[in-house]
């Protein structure tokens, strides 16, 4: 049992010795850790219904808990909170018991849920920019995160490869390549397996494409019969779209491989295309969509506010499916292939609007009765002159860009000497990239999801303060005291630590807050928690460094220090994981 829940028992069988009901105890850490490592604030509410005084209540708690050598000490204090302080000689033996588990302590529900997570979502032909680092590093931390606390994950990519952007691309081709094959009527061989383009090509001819059709009606018309085409099933366009999307696709998933973000399912919004036509029909027949000004609309009630939620167009005038019908087809494949208990999406807060209407949908047509759909929405990556970031030539920052930015600032940082002065030429290149990326995600993670955020590559790659670096500093710092020393670094269930500071002191009740990190950060979908707490262990652990020295020492002092440091490794590397850092060996 951890430590939070094993200081529950105890001071619930206290309420209980004392005649009182121990339905709400109130045991947490304290926020006064100077008067006691967790309180319990449950004679207040008991006081209250028993119309007795409150620090009477407690005292009596108190006196029975003061009995257990478990605690050193138990103090009322103000209106009659109980302070409980931890014996040392008990935070120094349950190491093993409570920590050395996969889950360092953390209990996990006897019931696991289904998670379907859905993040990422670029789109084919595009290249990935500023706008796709949080989905995919907020989503990659949040299935970690699931996976942690006993859920099952499913991720799905949810790649943008339907619809009109398909048909502009393919009409900007059919222009400057009219001669192949695929817009030959009569061919009726196979077409070619190489493409004649690159995905560098698509992803210059996307937005020349996109200008040509707001410039010019008759291609914006042939972009929509094209789309129309290649959806009804149109041979050479079939075999064209195939290109497109093995291109991308192999770009795209590079770029996640460099960013250790990775998915179950590769699915596209074309996945559900037969399904999304099969539930129209289905929709038309039993009446629930209505036709509105030559559209087809499923109406949604209200939103959350109380306002009348824009109804969800299923079908436009001109007849093309919409962004929202395909996402809830989506939801209609999820249920039936996978039977979640939760859709997550993590995708840009500006699309709020968008998945209330989803969801809405869903629950009126039955989609959504056993199943919660969550919006994990995000805010923005802004540049140091809080406007959206731009690159230094003004232009939208692709992904990549942003990459190599975090990771020549780290290189930087490494031939000035703030880091990885010991490495050379070629481990610095080799180290940077994997510092930089940390960076770059920590910089990301560690903010509250809804908030905008300034991305700045000299801070973010920084050592001091609230950095990536500064806590990869901190980890391959404890491996290399281990190694030093040749500790041993499997955890043992011999392994005491003797506290003789507070740093120890305070680094063991960190080591068995985690529960409570993970909870948290899981209830809310809340990586910022866990980087809190790895930031949090980084200090505490940097404290316990500078004052508690090995080298030199007893060998029992050795010996429980070194066992301290090896704990904290485990546990800072379970929770780098969960947030989808990679440690260096050295730095
Ligand atoms: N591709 C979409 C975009 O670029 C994001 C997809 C988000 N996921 C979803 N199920 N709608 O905006």
Redesign the pocket.
């Known amino acids: 049992m951890n430590l939070l829940n094993q200081i529950k028992e105890k001071v619930t069988a206290a309420y209980q010795a004392c005649g009182f009901s121990a339905d709400n105890i109130l045991v947490r850490l304290s926020d006064r850790p100077d008067i006691g490592d967790y309180q319990s604030n449950g004679a207040l509410p008991l006081a209250k219904s028993l119309h007795q005084n409150p620090r009477m209540i407690a005292e009596q708690i108190a006196e029975k808990l003061r009995q257990d050598s478990f605690f050193s000490k138990v103090s009322v204090d103000g209106p009659g909170f109980i302070n409980m302080t931890i014996s040392d000689t008990v935070l120094g033996t349950i190491l093993f018991d409570i920590l050395a588990n996969p889950t360092c302590g953390y209990e996990r529900p006897d019931s696991p849920k289904t998670i379907f997570l859905?993040?990422?979502?670029?789109?084919v032909a595009k290249a990935l920019h500023v706008?796709h680092l949080r989905?995919a590093v907020i989503g990659e931390s949040i299935k970690r995160i699931c996976q942690f606390v006993g859920d099952k994950t499913i991720s799905d990519v949810?790649?943008?490869d339907w619809g009109k952007p398909m048909g502009l691309l393919i009409t900007e081709l059919q222009d400057r390549q009219p001669d192949l094959p695929y817009f030959d009527a009569s061919y009726t061989g196979d077409y070619p397996s190489e493409a004649p383009f690159t995905a560098k090509d698509l992803e210059t001819m996307y937005p020349i494409a996109s200008n040509h059709a707001k410039e010019d009606p008759t291609f914006a018309e042939r972009a929509h019969e094209n789309t129309k085409l290649l959806q009804d099933g149109h041979r050479g366009y079939r075999a064209l779209w195939h290109h497109f999307i093995n291109l991308s696709v192999s770009d795209i998933k590079k770029l996640y491989d460099e960013l250790d973000v990775s998915f179950d399912l590769w699915r596209g919004?074309s996945h559900v295309h037969e399904r999304l036509m099969k539930m129209i029909d289905r929709l038309r027949a039993d009446g629930t969509l209505i036709k509105d000004q030559g559209a087809e609309i499923i109406p949604v009630g209200k939103a959350k506010g109380g306002n009348d939620l824009p109804p969800l167009i299923m079908v436009k005038s001109d007849g093309a499916v919409m962004?929202a019908a395909?996402?809830l087809a989506?939801i209609e494949e999820r249920v039936d292939e996978f039977h979640p208990d939760a859709i997550l999406?993590v995708?840009?807060a500006r699309?709020a609007l968008?998945?209330e209407q989803?969801f809405a949908g869903a629950k009126k047509i039955g989609l959504a009765d056993n199943l919660s759909l969550e919006h994990l929405g995000f805010g923005t990556i802004n540049g140091t002159d809080n406007k959206p970031y731009k690159t230094r030539s003004g232009g939208i920052p692709t992904l990549r860009y942003l990459i190599d930015t975090a990771t020549s600032a780290a290189l930087g940082k490494m031939e000035s000497g703030e880091m990885g002065r010991d490495l050379t030429p070629d481990e610095k290149t080799k180290i940077s990239k994997i510092v930089g990326v940390s960076a770059l995600k920590f910089a990301d993670l560690m903010n509250e999801r809804m908030k905008n955020y300034v991305f700045d590559e000299d801070k973010l790659t920084g050592t001091e303060g609230k950095t990536g670096p500064y806590l990869l500093y901190a980890m391959v710092r404890m491996k290399s005291v281990l190694d030093k020393m040749n500790a041993d670094s499997d955890l043992s269930a011999t392994d005491t630590v003797t506290i003789t500071t507070p740093a120890e002191r305070q680094l063991l009740l960190r080591l068995y807050a985690l529960p409570d990190s993970v909870q948290t950060a899981y209830d809310n979908r809340a990586p910022h928690v866990i980087a809190d707490y790895l930031f949090k262990l980084s200090q505490d652990f940097n404290l316990f460094y500078h004052d508690c020295p090995i080298k030199g020492t007893d060998e029992v002092t050795q010996k429980s220090r070194l066992t301290l440091t090896k704990y904290t490794l485990f546990v800072a590397k379970k929770m780098a994981y969960l947030l989808g850092l990679q440690v260096p060996d050295k730095m």
Not at 118 to 123: E, T
């Open positions: 859905d993040y990422g979502g670029p789109n706008g989905p949810h790649l943008g919004e962004y395909t996402d989506t999406y995708v840009d699309q968008h998945f989803v």
